[in-house]
């Protein structure tokens, strides 16, 4: 597995590399909610890319955590974990984007395994990820890593238990 690709918690100076790097290398639907005008990285959506990431991850009470992808010193991505209301287990919701020229290099691989380690450590019971139904390299993954699928509608849902991980490895 990649031993180049470390996960950085969010800050204020790595939100400006991420909006960078979703710019140059991602399509604005694959990375953030959908915002009215005509495509592409206009300054609208910019702003709104920042904006949501401010609220969601570096507001005063986050609701999820979100790290930059790192490969090297280059930020290509992120990653978050986002606790789900559920009243009988510990779950969490897993997601991850990455630019389109480090896609299928062994990053999403490591990034997952890395994004399960922190659900372990925070003491989640299960994991969850979806994905649509012709992402067949993030379906691939998830089934690596002991992920049960089941199709929604057009997405697939996985869930990984924890304690089918342990002892796994990375």
């Given at each position: 597995m990649r031993s180049d690709v470390v996960l950085q918690r969010l800050d204020e100076d790595l939100l400006q590399e991420l909006l960078e790097a979703a710019v140059a290398d991602a399509d604005p639907r694959e990375v953030m909610p959908p915002v009215a005008g005509p495509s592409g990285w206009t300054s609208e959506r910019r702003v709104a890319f920042l904006r949501f990431h401010q609220s969601r991850s570096l507001s005063a009470e986050p609701v999820e955590s979100t790290y930059?992808?790192?490969?090297?010193?280059?930020?290509?991505?992120?990653?978050?974990?986002?606790?789900?209301e559920d009243p009988v287990r510990r779950a969490?919701?897993?997601g991850v984007w990455i630019g389109r020229s480090h896609r299928g290099s062994g990053v999403g691989r490591a990034v997952l395994h890395?994004?399960?380690?922190?659900?372990?450590?925070?003491g989640f019971d299960s994991v969850f990820a979806s994905t649509k139904v012709d992402?067949?390299?993030?379906?691939?993954?998830?089934?690596?890593?002991g992920g049960e699928l089941v199709r929604?509608?057009?997405?697939?849902?996985?869930?990984?238990?924890?304690?089918?991980?342990?002892g796994l490895g990375g």
């Open positions: 930059a992808i790192v490969v090297g010193k280059t930020v290509v991505g992120a990653a978050r974990l986002c606790p789900m969490v919701e897993v890395q994004l399960l380690d922190l659900a372990c450590a925070e992402n067949a390299a993030a379906q691939r993954l998830l089934t690596g890593v929604e509608g057009d997405a697939v849902v996985a869930r990984v238990k924890m304690a089918d991980l342990r």
